[in-house]
Nanobody, 128 residues
Framework: QVQLVESGGGLVQAGGSLRLSCAAS????????MGWFRRAPGKDRDFVAT????????HYADSVKGRFTVSRDNVKNTVTLQMNNLKPEDTAVYCC?????????????????????WGQGTQVTVSS
């Protein structure tokens, strides 16, 4: 089964930038839509961004539009979340996820249940 490992989290000041990476194992990575979710302290896990199988389509939560950009490299088996103009409310554990359903690669899922495989998460902390 595909495995996902996130990296790139850290502590930044408000207005700063971070780039998160998700490294995937498995030869079927290029067939999956990929999502980014985040869980803030004491809150449920929320949708952040998603990208289809070849990177041709993306979708973002309203809270991050214009600030975050998701991309992927299917040769290197990675998906990236570039986060600019970070705000304290962006503080959360960020997880990447793979949609392994039969329509994987086509849909841009925004719900937890649409993704079957999850990474362990990486902490992002934004201070004011």
């Amino acid at each position: 089964q595909v495995q996902l490992v996130e990296s790139g989290g850290g502590l930044v000041q408000a207005g700063g930038s971070l780039r998160l990476s998700c490294a995937a194992s498995g030869r079927t990575f290029s067939t999956y839509s990929m999502g980014w979710f985040r869980r803030a302290p004491g809150k449920d896990r929320d949708f952040v961004a998603t990208i289809n199988w070849n990177g041709g389509s993306t979708h973002y939560a309203d809270s991050v539009k214009g600030r975050f950009t998701v991309s992927r490299d299917n040769v290197k088996n990675t998906v990236t979340l570039q986060m600019n103009n970070l705000k304290p409310e962006d503080t959360a554990v960020y997880c990447c996820a793979a949609d392994t359903s039969k329509v994987s690669g086509l849909r841009l899922g925004v719900s937890n249940y649409e993704y079957a495989v999850w990474g362990q998460g990486t902490q992002v902390t934004v201070s004011s």
